[in-house]
């Protein structure tokens, strides 16, 4: 099978630079593609992320509400939200906003610590022992083999040492963003990339996860996660997630390539051409992503899903 490859760069901005970088996706065929589309709430994001590190606590939650908004299942954006009102010395609205992004994702380890931290920091030790519970089963459940196994055991140490502390604990707050770098994120999407051309789409998932908490809603990252879960058999959270990346991005043309072969693999054909005629307005001149959608309807692609 010949191989497309395709140079990626995440957020126009240059938050990420790849460039010259190639990956290649065994299967269907490819990465997701970059576009000329106007995409604008990674870098929003970002923006929030560095306001709160820069202590514009105020600016910092007015871009994470407007985020919410758009998005109200965004659990890094709720947790960051929760960070600026913490900095903003607003504890009772952070632990609101840390209690919603662990209700969204429950696998979100820094919401739960950050929850159990502001609790303590409140004086209310039933709930922060209560979220402190959570994370200890947490922790028992990973038995120190799971992906999140180190953030589950610092977690339990700091929640534990704040609720010994009571209102009087201390947060960390030099030591909080460093997972939403950009660097980082560059990392987490790289070792994601690679471990989908393996087909390790579990391990690549939470690669991907990490480069979702660097750089937001980015449709490519969005597009991956879709890919990984429909590679897994998980096709309602792959719709999910190619809807999601369409919001963001709407002629992301890797995104409506990948929803149109879901379509094809779940026999809705009438949905497929859909998209596919909407690959063929974006590609005025044709393009890989029309054509090997094109293959799929016809029934060109064989075995997969």
Known sequence: MKLRH???ALIAAGLMSVAGAAYAVVEPAGPPSATDSKYDGAAEYRKGVDAVDA???ADAETIFLKLIEDNPNDSNALYFLGMAREGDKDLSGAEAAFDAATKVDAENVRAWQELGLVQAKQGASARAKATLEELKKRDAACAGSCAKAADLKAGVAKVQAAVGAGSSAKLEAGQKLLFAKAGVGDKAYLDAVSLIN??????????????EAAFGLHPDILTY??????KLGRFELAE???QKALKAAPEHR???EYYGELK????????????LARLDTLCTYGCAEADELRRWINGERVGGS
Request: proline letters at 2%; charged letters at 30%.
């Open 55 to 57: 202590g514009k606590f």
């Open 6 to 8: 395709s140079a990626l």
């Open 254 to 256: 890797g995104a409506t």
């Open 240 to 242: 999910e997630y190619y």
């Open 225 to 230: 996660i879709g890919f990984a879960n429909r």
């Open 198 to 211: 393996e087909h390790r789409y579990e391990e690549a998932l939470v690669s991907l996860k990490d480069a």
């Open 264 to 275: 094809v693999v779940r026999g809705d054909m009438p949905a497929a051409r859909k998209l």
